[in-house]
């Protein structure tokens, strides 16, 4: 077995490119090895600044050789009545460089079609790479790229050398105009020009000795542990922050940690803005006392990319440039505080939104209108701060400082609002109205912000749809998807219960006559849309497609009660008896699928198995109804699945499609009865089961 090393050296690749750059290098050569049916071991990547590389263990030296079937035209289209072949089938033996003779039939769900049987496989390894790498490296995905100097390829940075070893020998590679050989670079200041190496193993230890740490994960937690360290050296304790020791780790490549102060006049500025100044300007991570309570101290780390002789004079730089930045925004925080929030959201009236939806003031007005609305479904005690919370949280977009720093909107509006002595409700729901911000940010932790942050997204998808504004492919600039995910979980959190539908109606109501497509086709479009989001958020909590499937297909009306009903599904999968009684709630289901149902005739019943059916189905009904309405659904399941023996007896002992109409039309009323008792729970036609 073989080890593959594949890295391509270039001029720094912007930090926010080079996680996803990374991770689609290896990703997509895991695919095309699979695709080709090659196998292998690990699979490890790298990335600086200046380089993306991969490794892959325990490669063959040939690609195994297989046996595949490939079809041709349909048998009656590839021989004329009198047997002789047609061009059809002339074409397909000639393309496969066989004869007809060597043609085969096989009968397949479409029908009886032509086909042969060929090996594939069997070549050289290093023919394939040669040919693969160059375009997985052209594949990779980068926001912009560049073409530079004679050379017509576009990629993010011009290309500078690249490595390709198989099994210790350099593969041929040739992309943007380099080509591949054995010879890496260490750091740009404190290492090698050129180093050369032989494997994955001398790599990771020849960057090494030459100041370059490839794996970004270590880079990332060399960067934690020496920041805490340095942290605590100078009686602080660091303010953790793994996105911005990735971000940093993007950066380097060979990280150092260095301790700085800034003016302590600057602590009178909320700790968030001073954070997000270190954060999103220098990459500096801020710090609070020694013990770690209160608020933040006047202290930073910066991370630099190199030893240094003298670190107080790489200090004083980053002192500069972050005093000249606190300044700013002592003054625009000033300058804010002269107006009030309400005049601030009255300027929001000239702000277009979406030329078609109108200004962000509109929007505000709908906000708050859906603010209202869900309060009053969901805490009526709530109605009138729900309202002045929808008022002012878009207000600070109009501010001096969040125009500099974006990232503070709710935050800024939060501030202003408490200089303003609004109710602290009132200031924090402001912040707590555009949580969660991302996938892995906290959710609001009160119910006010809770409901208008629903309102705020809700009006968004409503509009959004109503104009077109439909999510493709990779295109969402409205972050729909990540706004439906929110809405998820915050209804999921809060255990808020209300109708989507209704919600969605309301929406709408407020929108009318901003689009011309009818409401109620705009409605199926964003209940569709939530559905598949739906189906990967409950998957990501564990359960299984087939159950998400069935939950949403029976209702998700009330997101609230659906998980918990996915929830019970997943746990009842993992009882010896769910699959056997899958198959048989699966067979009612699909049974009953297009069937009304009605009411059943009792002196229509010619089998015992009909009686006891209908019996212990009403008994079970009556059990599981106040269950369900509890939302205790694992224990209505539980119940339900009881009727399993009946059922088999049932089908056992009865022919439900009898010849009389009226005694089978009963006997599938019956049926419909019992799957109406797990209907407003699961569609168990949707549950995969395999069955002897």
């Known amino acids: 077995m073989n080890e593959l090393l594949f890295e391509i050296g270039v001029e720094e690749i912007p930090s926010s490119y080079l996680l996803d750059a990374m991770t689609a290098l290896a990703g997509s050569l895991s695919e095309k090895l699979a695709e080709l049916d090659i196998s292998h071991g690990a699979i490890k990547s790298y990335a600086t600044p200046r380089r993306l590389a991969v490794s892959v263990k325990d490669l063959p030296s040939t690609r195994p050789v297989r046996k595949v079937k490939s079809y041709g035209p349909p048998k009656k289209a590839s021989f004329a009545p009198d047997g002789q072949p047609t061009r059809a089938a002339t074409g397909f033996a000639k393309s496969k460089g066989l004869s007809v003779s060597d043609l085969q039939t096989e009968m ?78 260490g750091h740009r200041f ?71 102060h800034y003016d302590e006049e600057f602590l009178t500025l909320p700790d968030e803005l001073l954070m997000t100044s270190m954060k999103s300007h220098q990459r500096m991570f801020a710090v609070k006392g020694k013990d770690g309570s209160g608020g933040l101290v006047n202290g930073f780390i ?36 002269k107006k009030s929030l309400v005049s601030f959201g009255e300027k929001l009236r000239g702000v277009v939104y979406q030329k078609k939806l109108g200004t962000v003031g509109e929007k505000v007005d709908r906000i708050a209108g859906l603010s209202e609305y869900l309060a009053g479904k969901i805490a009526p005690e709530l109605k009138e701060k729900a309202v002045k919370v929808a008022r002012l949280c878009k207000a600070d977009l109009e501010t001096s400082m969040v125009y500099e720093f974006p990232e503070l909107q709710g935050i800024m ?34 119910d006010l912000g809770a409901i208008v942050g629903l309102a705020d997204r809700i009006d968004t998808l409503a509009g959004c749809f109503g104009v077109g504004l439909v999510p493709t492919g990779a295109q969402d600039p409205f972050a729909l998807r990540r706004q439906t995910i929110a809405v998820i979980q915050i209804i999921k959190d809060r255990d808020f219960v209300i109708s989507l539908n209704d919600l969605i109606d309301a929406a709408l109501t407020q929108l009318e006559g901003k689009f011309s497509a009818p409401p109620e086709e705009v409605k199926q479009g964003i209940l569709s849309f939530f559905k598949g989001r739906l189906k990967g958020f409950y998957s990501s909590l564990g359960a299984t497609q087939d159950v998400a499937e069935a939950v949403l297909s029976a209702d998700f009306d009330d997101l609230a009660r659906t998980g918990r009903r996915v929830d019970a599904m997943t746990r009842l999968k993992e009882r010896d008896f769910f699959i056997p009684l899958s198959v048989t709630f699966k067979r009612v289901a699909n049974i009953t699928k297009d069937h009304k149902g009605g009411a059943v005739d009792e002196s229509l019943f010619e089998h015992d198995a009909e009686k006891d059916l209908c019996k212990i189905t009403a008994e079970v009904s009556r059990i599981t ?44 009323n019956l049926l419909a009865s019992i799957s109406s008792v797990f209907r407003d729970i699961a569609d168990f036609s949707r549950i995969v089961v395999t069955a002897d």
Not at 213 to 240: F, H, M, W
Not at 423 to 435: G, K, M, R
Not at 641 to 666: C, T
């Open 108 to 185: 397949t769900p479409k029908g009886e079609y032509l086909f042969v049987e060929v090996e594939e496989g069997g070549e050289e390894l290093v023919e394939i790479l040669s040919q693969e790498l160059p375009l997985i490296t052209a594949d990779l995905p980068f926001p912009k790229s560049m073409v530079w100097g004679d050379c017509k390829t576009r990629f993010v940075r011009p290309v500078h050398w690249i490595v390709a070893l198989f099994a210790g020998e350099v593969v041929p590679v040739k992309f943007a105009g380099v080509s591949s050989g054995r010879t890496t670079r």
């Open 190 to 260: 404190m290492g090698s020009g050129e180093i050369e190496i032989s494997g994955a193993v001398d790599y990771e230890k020849k960057l090494r000795e030459n100041f370059v740490i490839p794996d970004i994960d270590e880079r990332k937690n060399l960067i934690l542990d020496s920041a805490r360290k340095v942290a605590v050296d100078n009686g602080a304790t660091l303010c953790e922050d793994d996105e911005l020791a990735h971000s940093a780790a993007c950066l380097t490549e060979w990280p150092i940690a260095l301790w700085g």
């Open 302 to 337: 910066g991370v630099s990319n190199m030893k240094v002789n003298d670190p107080d004079v790489v200090v004083a730089g980053y002192r500069r440039v972050l005093r000249a930045r606190l300044q700013d925004a002592m003054f625009f925080f000033k300058e804010d505080q």
């Open 413 to 446: 509006g939060r501030e202003y609002a408490r200089h303003e002595g609004e109710d602290e409700d009132v200031c924090s729901a402001i912040f707590e109205s555009y949580l969660p911000r991302n996938a892995n940010d906290e959710l609001p932790k009160g």
């Open 625 to 668: 109804a106040p269950l369900v309405a509890d939302r205790k659904y694992l224990e209505a399941l539980e119940e339900i699945a009881g009727l399993k023996s009946h059922v088999d007896r049932f089908f056992d002992d009865v022919l439900v499609m009898a010849d009389d109409d009226k005694v089978k039309e009963n006997r599938l």
